[in-house]
């Protein structure tokens, strides 16, 4: 990337009324003024919506809940179609400091053709909080097993404190997964033969919520998503989308002669 890119900063919520604006505003104390606030709230029923709005946010509304996949593809297609050059994704639950969006920032753009994602990890050196240990074993597994697939360290592959450029937000506006993203993702930028860089980061203990992978659902989960990593292995893959497509409206289905798929490669 050269000269000053446009970044969209996206953060997926459902019902975090109590929170968004901690959020927004720890977001907007380290941003530029070439940086947009996106909120894709996922089948809100509180008021989070407004509260973004009021805050100043961009505010994406889906009717119901589709779950963290398909809000953030919602993100990547308005980042698409809105030509930014670079999409961030930091969660709306508190756990990623923002003040780590300029180092994200500064490899993707100084690794040039290097860098197509830029993955903030915990286990590269201090993770800021006792991580819990359904989510560490959870992780090492996954880490273990996606190493071993993409021939690099991937030392946090559940981490959603990522930032894309250009051409990742082309291929996750076609094709995003929505069971278990942040894994699946990275599965997908391999096939694609995109790369992937990660830097060192602090996170604060979640703010609200429960994750999923902690006990006594971890082994289920781990399960599950280990499936889906060997599922991933053998699906078709779109091609991404280049550039805008304003004549196909927001929602409506990719024509089937869009979807043709490339073989993926091995390396």
């Not at 380290?30 to 919506?49: F, I, K, M, P, R």
């Not at 690794?111 to 992780?139: H, I, L, T, W």
Request: with cysteine; net charge negative.
């Amino acid at each position: 990337m050269s000269g000053t890119p446009l970044v969209s900063v996206i953060i997926p919520f459902l019902n975090a009324e109590r929170f968004i604006q901690e959020a927004i505003e720890s977001v907007f104390a380290q941003s530029y003024e070439y940086w947009e606030l996106l909120l894709v709230d996922d089948g809100s029923t509180d008021n989070t919506a407004a509260e973004a709005e009021a805050e100043g946010a961009v505010v994406l509304r889906h009717p119901f809940n589709t779950g963290i996949g398909g809000a953030m593809q919602s993100g990547f297609k308005y980042a698409l179609r809105n030509s930014y050059d670079v999409a961030a994704q930091v969660d709306g639950d508190g756990q990623h400091k923002p003040a780590h969006l300029d180092d994200l920032l500064a490899k993707l753009r100084t690794s040039g053709d290097e860098a197509d994602m830029v993955c903030g990890s915990r286990f590269r050196g201090d993770p800021g909080y006792k991580v819990p240990f359904g989510r560490r074993v959870g992780n090492m597994i996954f880490s273990i097993v996606l190493t071993a697939i993409c021939r690099q360290r991937i030392s946090d592959p559940t981490s959603g404190f990522r930032m894309t450029n250009r051409r990742g937000i082309e291929l996750f506006a076609r094709d995003y997964p929505h069971d278990y993203p942040e894994v699946e993702a990275i599965l997908m930028l391999h096939a694609h033969r995109l790369r992937i860089h990660e830097v060192p980061v602090r996170m604060n203990a979640r703010g609200f919520g429960r994750s999923s992978i902690d006990y006594p659902r971890s082994a289920y989960y781990m399960a599950k998503v280990l499936l889906a990593i060997f599922v991933g292995l053998f699906r078709r893959r779109p091609i991404p989308l280049m550039g805008k497509d304003p004549d196909r409206p927001e929602g409506q289905a990719v024509a089937a002669a869009a979807a043709t798929s490339e073989p993926e490669h091995a390396g």
